[in-house]
């Protein structure tokens, strides 16, 4: 069966400092992976989405970046993190011409 | 491009009854699909019900349906019989042709006993 991971589950990063959050996907291949941002009692915005490695969408400009580096694993990223940032970050991934969405199980970030 | 709107920040329900929840939609794509989720306090993100836009027939799930309106754009999602853990946010998310969700900015349901 397929599972997606997600982590780490809560972070806590000073102004000014590197963000990686790792998403893996398991029991699948090729899936078309997409990282969410949620602002507190917001609904969920779109951040970039990938159909393969190496290739990244971004739907909306900021301070954040993506990576594919494998088939089944997405990374998001910042050089230097700001207090806007703060927010929950959910990865999700979709099968290939199917129209369900998983989500993993999320990423609170905190910006100090 | 396309936009959600759930018109009711919050929600109450008393144990046992019967609510709903509404969502309309604008897009212009012909061929898309709709979705409900729940996020409890876990913040996980669930799958309850989804519907066809091609399709007439309203989606079921149990306790779960939704009441779809294509011509006027609305997906209303309703709960039978409401349980304590039906508790949660929801959000109402179309899918167009290019398979990109866009969530309304959820309801939140409070469950009385």
């Known amino acids: 069966s397929q599972t997606i991971h997600q982590w780490p589950a809560t972070l806590v990063q000073p102004v000014g400092s590197p963000l990686s959050l790792e998403c893996t996907v398991e029991?699948?291949?090729?899936?078309?992976l997409y990282w969410y941002r949620q602002a507190a009692g917001r609904g969920l915005q779109l951040l970039f989405y990938s159909v393969g490695i190496g290739q990244i969408s971004s739907e909306v400009p900021q301070n954040l970046s993506a990576s594919r580096p494998q088939d089944r694993q997405f990374i998001l990223s910042s050089k230097k993190l700001l207090l806007s940032d703060s927010g929950f970050y959910l990865c999700?991934?979709?099968?290939?011409?199917?129209?369900?969405?998983?989500f993993g199980s999320g990423t609170r970030l905190t910006v100090v | 491009a396309q936009t959600v709107t759930q018109s009711q920040p919050e929600m109450s329900v008393q144990e046992a009854e019967t609510v709903t929840l509404s969502c309309t939609y604008d897009?212009?794509?012909?061929?898309?699909?709709l979705f409900w989720y729940k996020q409890p306090p876990s913040r996980q993100m669930i799958l309850v019900i989804r519907q066809e836009a091609y399709k007439q027939q309203n989606a079921t799930e149990n306790r779960f349906s939704v009441n779809f309106q294509k011509a006027a754009k609305s997906f209303s999602l309703k709960i039978s019989d409401s349980q304590l853990g039906d508790a949660a946010m929801y959000f109402c998310?179309?899918?167009?042709?290019?398979?990109?969700?866009?969530f309304g900015g959820g309801t939140r349901l409070m469950v009385k006993p």
């Open positions: 998310a179309p899918a167009g042709a290019g398979n990109m969700l866009t």
């Open positions: 999700a991934w979709r099968a290939p011409g199917a129209r369900g969405y998983t």
């Open positions: 029991g699948t291949s090729n899936p078309n």
């Open positions: 897009t212009s794509e012909s061929d898309y699909y």
